[in-house]
């Protein structure tokens, strides 16, 4: 800085001052090159029982940032939650079931639990709600004759929890869409108009309309593909996002102040979407699959996909990072999932260990410091 600084002075009065606009503009963006990287809490945390096969978590975090993290195991659902830095043991909150979903109240302590299981000769979507101290008793919300399964929520903006999944019993699969005022009660559950598929996934974007994405095809001779449909007073018809030329599926939707994003596997590839005045715009490209995604509070975007090296991630506000990796070293990963606060992601997955069993594993990196600017003196 002082040999900067003598430079200076030896040059004409113009050309100082357009140098130091030179150096200062360096220095500032120096600062926040420096900060553009996240911060890893600590190494992955085992959160399920050592020994016991588990797999496919679903995460949530409330509004205080208490983490409640659901898995599969003996063919059941077990449930855990960090308070306070530390983990509680593990309990089973479902004697059967799969495929959990989870979401958190926006206000408050609330945290919604939804899964298929079999009921009655068919699979049905069953719902439960944690009030801060304790689950409430399971709802069957789906209760009809069909198959029901593939789960998701999404909060709205005045606190209705919105679930969607798919259904088999208008006789071929369709999404259906049930809406509670508690987590507790579903009044009776509907098809979204013309939206035939499964694997649905749903967000509210910041103008409160609701967003839903589900993979449909028409026959097994044509491949998969990511549809969607909004809903703002009345369900907007379902338009088809790609081509059809690769299996495109496992749609995933977030949103935060300022935007809203669509991730999904196509092919050998995580592609990620941003909706533009209403449209679906191309937004990145990786090599790769099963991709998960989060924006916090702040409005940093954060995605994450599969690779044979291990998981990678992407993140930024007004551009994107260079992916970087994690998890990497092991006999085997998957079933990624994203949560995220006001200024932290949380992540599951799960994590094949010595001898075969697959365990649950936890980290979390603080995206703060993307937009804290050192201020210079």
């Known amino acids: 800085m002082k040999v900067l600084f003598h430079l200076s002075l030896a040059l004409p009065k113009d050309a100082r001052r357009l140098f130091s606009g030179i150096v200062l503009a360096f220095l500032w963006v120096s600062a926040f090159t420096a900060l553009a990287l996240p911060v890893q809490a600590a190494p992955p945390q085992p959160i399920s029982p050592d020994g016991q096969d588990a797999r496919y978590p679903a995460i949530a975090v409330t509004a205080s940032g208490v983490v409640h993290v659901v898995w599969e195991q003996d063919n059941g659902l077990w449930s855990t939650r960090l308070e306070q830095g530390s983990w509680t043991t593990p309990v089973q909150v479902a004697a059967q079931g799969e495929s959990p979903t989870l979401a958190a109240s926006r206000v408050d302590e609330e945290v919604y639990l939804a899964w298929a299981q079999e009921f009655g000769g068919d699979y049905e979507i069953f719902a439960r709600r944690w009030n801060g101290s304790q689950w409430s008793t399971p709802q069957n919300v789906s209760d009809n004759d069909g198959g029901s399964s ?20 208008p006789g071929v699969e369709t999404v259906y ?184 594993l936890y980290n979390s990196e603080s995206l703060s410091m993307l937009y804290q600017p050192i201020l210079l003196r």
């Open 177 to 360: 869409h049930a809406i509670s005022t508690d987590g507790i009660a579903w009044p009776t559950a509907s098809p979204i108009p013309n939206a035939l598929g499964g694997s649905p996934t749903a967000v509210f974007a910041p103008d409160g309309t609701l967003h839903v994405a589900w993979q449909h095809r028409a026959n097994f001779a044509e491949k998969l593909r990511v549809w969607v449909a909004s809903y703002a007073g009345s369900w907007q018809a379902p338009t088809v996002l790609t081509d059809g030329a690769q299996h495109a599926l496992a749609p995933t939707l977030a949103a935060g102040p300022g935007r809203t994003l669509l991730t999904w596997e196509e092919g050998a590839q995580a592609k990620l979407a941003n909706l533009n005045q209403g449209v679906w715009q191309a937004l990145a490209v990786e090599t790769g699959g099963a991709p998960a995604l989060g924006v916090t509070a702040n409005d940093v975007a954060y995605w994450a996909w599969e690779t044979d090296a291990g998981f990678f991630r992407r993140f930024g506000r007004g551009g994107w990072s260079d992916p970087w990796s994690w998890a990497t070293n092991v006999q085997s990963r998957g079933d990624l999932a994203l949560a995220v606060s006001q200024d932290q992601v949380h992540m599951v997955w799960a994590e094949r260990q010595k001898g075969g069993v697959w365990r649950i």
């Open 150 to 169: 593939s789960p998701a929520f999404a909060v709205a903006p005045n606190g209705q929890i919105h679930l969607v999944w798919a259904d088999t019993s």
